[in-house]
């Protein structure tokens, strides 16, 4: 780790912060090498995600430094159970802005460290520097899967069931609920807001459907868009009920008390929920399997064919009219 960094030194925030989030992990060295060496089992494969969190984009620049921390180690956790992968460790890159004080960072890393054994994942390196622009964290998950069994977007099938897990929308409402957009009741914005600040990576899923499902992959830019992805890599349509979409009932209440909110929890993104094609033969095992991991999961449509050469998603409300998204998910650039 190299750089510099607001108040403690940059040796001293390495030594008293993040070393003992390698606890377990021998191959992390203590921190006190540039690099970290790591044995994985035989027969599987490495399965690397990486995911940068920028402040004022990825997260709100007055979220608690806790919940930030926590969020992005789940983001990366969420594409492991997408890939069906069981979680090694992580590599964290921090650009300290002048707002990451020593009390911000020492928040940050103590709401690391309670997912760091949550979820036994510990951090094996990374990078620290410091930089004009707002707080940014990088980190890159590793985990293994068995060879051949990771779970990929590109295998989704004509005929196959699409479902989800848990509930949809939830995020994307609650940062409504934040910038002031929605208004609901105390107990349905506490929620609401919780599922965007600390989503639930699908981790027991995800390892449970390996070798089972078709196709995976998480919702983290938008249900219709993330769906699209998988889509387009395996050169296929998908029709969505929307009657058949998973809702909290506080996202529920948002929708009945007026329609536009349905925009948000199709294209809002943020729920890291996984999002996954069986054959109809697997659905009753896929859905055992869930129930087993305490997960709900419900079947949302199903996969189809081209549509006049057409890749892509439609959703069709209960009269079978399809629904026009305004925006289908969040757009990177």
Request: net charge negative; proline share 4%; charged share 20%.
């Amino acid at each position: 780790m190299s750089g510099e960094g607001a108040g403690r030194s940059e040796f001293a925030l390495i030594a008293d912060l993040f070393a003992p989030l390698t606890k377990g992990a021998d191959g992390a060295l203590g921190l006190l090498d540039d690099a970290a060496l790591v044995e994985i089992p035989s027969g599987h494969q490495i399965v690397a995600a990486a995911d940068t969190l920028v402040g004022g984009v990825h997260f709100r620049l007055d979220d608690p430094p806790d919940l930030v921390a926590r969020k992005a180690l789940r983001v990366n956790l969420s594409d492991l159970a997408a890939m069906g992968a069981t979680p090694l460790g992580f590599l964290q890159t921090l650009v300290l802005s002048d707002a990451a004080t020593d009390s911000y960072l020492e928040q940050y890393a103590a709401g690391l460290a309670q997912d760091v054994k949550e979820f036994r994942m510990p951090l094996l390196g990374g990078d620290t520097t410091s930089g004009p622009g707002p707080f940014t964290v990088t980190i890159t998950a590793l985990g293994t899967v068995k060879k051949g069994e990771a779970l990929l977007r590109s295998r989704a099938r004509v005929g196959d069931i699409l479902c989800v897990t848990g509930t949809i929308g939830d995020a994307a409402l609650g940062l409504a609920c934040l910038n002031g957009d929605l208004n609901v009741s105390r107990e349905q914005t506490e929620f609401l807001t919780s599922r965007y600040h600390l989503p639930q990576p699908r981790l027991a899923v995800g390892c449970a459907l390996a070798g089972l499902a078709n196709a995976c992959m998480d919702v983290s830019d938008g249900l219709v868009a993330d769906i699209g992805h998988i889509c387009a890599a395996s050169g296929v349509s998908a029709v969505i009920e929307q009657e058949e979409i998973p809702l909290s009932l506080s996202a529920k209440a948002a929708a009945d008390d007026d329609g536009k909110w349905w925009q948000s929890i199709l294209g809002g993104g943020d729920d890291y929920e996984l999002a996954f094609t069986v054959g109809s033969e697997h659905l009753d095992q896929a859905l055992s399997l869930a129930r087993k991991a305490d997960v709900p999961v419900k079947a949302i449509g199903r996969i189809a064919d081209q549509t006049d050469g057409r890749v892509g998603v439609v959703v069709i409300d209960s009269s079978g009219a399809e629904l026009q998204i305004s925006v289908p998910g969040y757009q990177h650039r």
